[in-house]
């Protein structure tokens, strides 16, 4: 092989061959090809196929299935099945009950608001203090029970001057008079004497009244037939039945 020298301008000098250099050679075309190549191509064929299998029978299951809720036996609205599309009065036509199975009948006890001994000391008429003896003996604040007690009370001592010696029902027991002329404090202590003497035992006709809610005129009955008054009132000769006035008493009789 020739070389010839060839100068450069730097003064340096390069050979050449006189002979062209072969390339590299290209890769060849055709032949077999890579194995890892061809593989990864079958997995991404397999797995695009899943893929479409997949969106083509999920709705078909799901449809199917909503198909399978609504044709389902209906049953009571105590176990509905899903999808049941009845209306609330269908629902309420499926209930059934057995014929051995008895109605029960509800009892309810009845509440009754009952006012306080500082709130019946503030209204302070001759009602808040026959109420007051009520609610010291335990007893109802029926009307009837009021107005028996009004009544009473204005046999005794009037209406305009009811609280007389704090006295209303001239009650011997723990006023100081036996006779019933004594006096009390106030007209709370007078309360609590008047319901202790009518519960002591000596007035069961009284008591049985108060406490069976009878009629104002049956409970007036026991009172005459009671030791309470010596007279008796005249076995109900000396009773008016006629409205009571409601007068209120002093703020300071109350105590």
């Known amino acids: ?7 450069l ?16 050679s290209a890769p060849r075309v055709g032949g ?14 397999l797995m695009g196929a899943a893929l479409v299998a997949s969106l083509t029978v999920t709705p078909a299951v799901g449809a199917h299935a909503a198909v399978k809720h609504l044709k389902a036996a209906p049953g009571t609205p105590a176990a509905i099945a899903e999808g049941d599309i009845r209306t609330t009065d269908e629902l309420k036509s499926a209930l059934t009950v057995d014929d051995d199975v008895a109605a029960n009948d509800v009892s309810r006890d009845v509440v ?3 006012a306080g ?32 007690m009004l009544r009473w009370m204005r046999q005794e001592n009037g209406t305009n001057n009811w609280w007389n010696r704090n006295n209303p029902l001239n009650n011997g027991f723990g006023s100081g008079g036996g006779s019933g002329l004594g006096s009390y404090v106030s007209l709370v202590e007078a309360a609590r004497y008047c319901a202790e003497n009518i519960k002591s035992g000596r007035y069961p006709g009284i008591v049985a009244g108060m406490e069976s809610g009878a009629s104002a005129d049956v409970t007036a009955a026991a009172i005459w037939a009671s030791p309470w008054a010596s007279s008796h009132y005249a076995n109900g000769a000396h009773w008016s039945t006629r409205p009571v006035d409601i007068v209120k008493a002093p703020v300071g009789a109350w105590g």
Do not use: C, Y
């Open 32 to 45: 077999t090809p890579n194995v890892s190549l061809r593989r990864r191509a079958m997995v991404e064929v």
């Open 112 to 114: 009754m608001a009952t």
């Open 117 to 148: 001994i500082d709130t019946l000391k503030q209204s302070g008429t001759n009602a808040d203090w026959a109420k007051m003896v009520l609610l010291f003996g335990g007893w109802q604040q029926t009307d009837a029970n009021v107005t028996v």
């Open 1 to 7: 092989m020739t070389r010839s020298s060839h100068r």
């Open 9 to 24: 301008t730097d003064g340096r000098s390069r050979s050449a061959s006189s002979t062209p250099q072969v390339a590299a």
